[in-house]
């Protein structure tokens, strides 16, 4: 549950900044979006802990409470949520109507904290992805809203990954990852970027992507697809005793696989400005 310190940390240093420039509905809508998905992990993760097991809430349960939240944002701040989408690669913009509005924020969120959860797998992996991700944000849109949002994050998040290395001594938890999912979601929805978030966070995709490929290949072939999924782990070197897969796997170090993953992330922030520039 080391996130809750990454959300202590960010959430001190957003509320002294707006003692100089004070909140807008954008950005009450991200730290309370923020709030709520850190809730629901800090929960997975209490019953966890309390129940000496790796599985927390149950895939049901999960889903629910994410729905509830994304539910919970939509009909509170719809006039935040009701802005013009950028269309990739092109200079158009596209306004949707509020039922679109709504299955699209439900999607992005659900989504992106999931795909941050899944991708918190390795030491280092998640925070690092999320860094660039909001580096990304910021350069695509420098306003005053989104660097008091990302700024104090990306620097907690610096001093995280001090102890998230490989060997890491301190770990996000369900509490961190869905707190980092829910603000990247909040901040794509805010500023009209659902369109470019798969372009941005590239990784997640993959790792989501690869976690349903892995389970259609299992129930379509009897194969998997990959030697484990998520994606990063179909890298990994591993112990465990080889098993049947149709993709080549590679036996790299996990050090490796997350400077690696990293410098992918980066390819997909330099891709998300391009599309954004066309």
Do not use: Y
């Amino acid at each position: 549950m080391g996130g809750i310190v990454v959300f202590a940390l960010w959430l001190a240093a957003t509320v002294v900044l707006l003692v100089w420039h004070p909140a807008t509905p954008m950005t009450v809508f991200v730290l309370t979006s923020a709030t709520l998905f850190a809730t629901i992990g800090a929960v997975d993760d209490w019953i966890s802990l309390r129940h000496r097991r790796s599985m927390g809430l149950s895939a049901i349960a999960k889903l629910a409470l994410l729905s509830v939240a994304a539910l919970v944002l939509f009909f509170t701040f719809r006039d935040v949520l009701a802005v013009p989408v950028e269309i990739p690669f092109s200079s158009a913009s596209l306004a949707l109507p509020p039922v679109a509005v709504f299955f699209l924020a439900w999607i992005v969120f659900l989504s992106t904290t999931n795909g941050m959860n899944l991708t918190d797998g390795l030491d280092g992996l998640a925070a690092g992805v999320a860094v660039l991700i909001l580096i990304g944000i910021i350069l695509l849109h420098p306003t005053r809203e989104n660097l008091i949002l990302c700024v104090p994050l990306i620097g907690a998040l610096v001093g995280f990954l001090w102890l998230n290395v490989h060997p890491a001594s301190l770990f996000l938890g369900d509490v961190g990852s869905f707190f980092l999912g829910g603000v990247i979601a909040a901040l794509a929805l805010a500023n009209g970027m659902v369109f470019l978030l798969p372009i941005l966070a590239g990784v997640l995709v993959l790792e989501v992507g690869s976690v349903i490929l892995q389970v259609a290949s299992c129930k379509a072939l009897g194969k998997r697809l990959f030697r484990m999924s998520p994606l990063h782990h179909h890298f990994e070197c591993s112990a465990d005793p080889p098993r049947e897969h149709i993709l080549p796997a590679f036996r790299w170090p996990e050090g490796k696989i997350t400077v690696r993953f990293w410098i992918l992330q980066g390819f997909f922030v330099g891709l998300a400005l391009l599309a954004a520039r066309i």
